[in-house]
């Protein structure tokens, strides 16, 4: 993200610094809420603050990532239909005029559903991989697997990470969870909607 030039005038008006933190937060998080359950004891406002952050931190390095891929390369390719994840490559620049290509990357759900993945070639000999998280939910807050939308958002049964192409736009979607000593689940989701550069 570039900040914002600063500017001339001495100060800015509140209109200014309402447009500036909407401009900012609105390049990496166009539409994100957060939604808390299964709140209520002293201890869990500060497990839940430290959850959001953390799926702060991860729901950006993931909307990074797809911002800077390129559209026509990202798999899935089929709209509308939620994946748990999502493979691109990106322009590296052009040399002798053509575009040089990145390896493939992806971003996924492990196959423990209990981790986001970043990988490189994958599959390949040469893959390389980070876990960015591994607190995720089996599938996304207020959602069971039964064939409905319970939790009211268009998709049946979706998964605690989960990507939706929507034209030029990518919806993610992530939520991560811990049991706490007192068997009370807290849970953080984050909604994104990304453009990709290209
Ligand atoms: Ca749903
Ligand atoms: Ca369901």
Redesign the pocket.
Known sequence: MRSLPRSPRAGWTLIEVTLAALLVTGVVTKAAFVMNTALGLAGDQTASMHYEDQARGVMDKIALAVMGSDRGTLIPEIEELHSDSIRYTFSLGIEDGAVVWSAPEEIRLDEQRLAVEWRENPGAAEERKAVWTSLVSPL?EG?ELNGV????????D?DGLSFVLEGERVVIRLTLRRPEVNGRLVEQTIESVVYCRN
């Not at 939308?149 to 049946?156: K, V």
């Open positions: 996304l959602e939308d319970d939790n009211g958002n268009g998709l049946i979706e």
